[in-house]
């Protein structure tokens, strides 16, 4: 008597075994990062992440979600898209936004000049961060609304090909 046949990995797990791998691998990264983060100061780095979850419950998430209702209304959708593309626009604001804020947390000592001794640790100037930031933000603003008046362009291009399509007359479209 045969055995039943078990579905392959792919079909179990729903994701190629290189997922798997990369997924399993990230874990480990974060367990080893964890316990040499826990090792210094526990208490201290359990209240620092209480901190967080409630500053970013509490008062991030209100102020983000604000400011992404507000641009939603500031930059409408065109009504010719399908509702699930309905807020293109706005993700052009979105994603440099995004970036730029994620490098401020990360970077903020440094780019605030809070970091007392990195001079004489390092032998760099702490000065130079606000301005890299900054530039690195226009940077991210300006390719993103080339993005946006490329995006553009090619819509009215297509706008303007399907209504010479649909003046044609229904015999030279069968054509």
Known sequence: MKRPRMPPLRDRYGASPLHLL????????????????????????????????????????????????????????????PPPANGGRVNYVRIPGLVSLLLLVVWYPLILRRVPGYQVSTGLSAGSFLGHWL?????????????????????????????????????????
């Open 135 to 175: 530039l690195i933000t226009a940077a991210l603003f300006a390719a993103s609304g080339l993005c946006l008046l490329t995006a553009m362009a090619r819509g009215s291009r297509r706008t303007r090909r399907t209504r010479r399509i649909r003046r044609r007359k229904p015999a030279e479209r069968k054509r």
């Open 22 to 81: 990369l997924v399993l691998c990230s874990f480990a990264l974060a367990l080893y990062a964890g316990l040499r983060l826990l090792k210094g100061d526990p208490v201290g780095v359990a209240l620092w992440f209480v901190g967080a979850a409630l500053l970013h419950d509490l008062v991030l998430l209100p102020l983000y979600t604000l400011t992404d209702r507000a641009l939603q209304l500031l930059l409408p959708a065109p009504d010719r898209r």
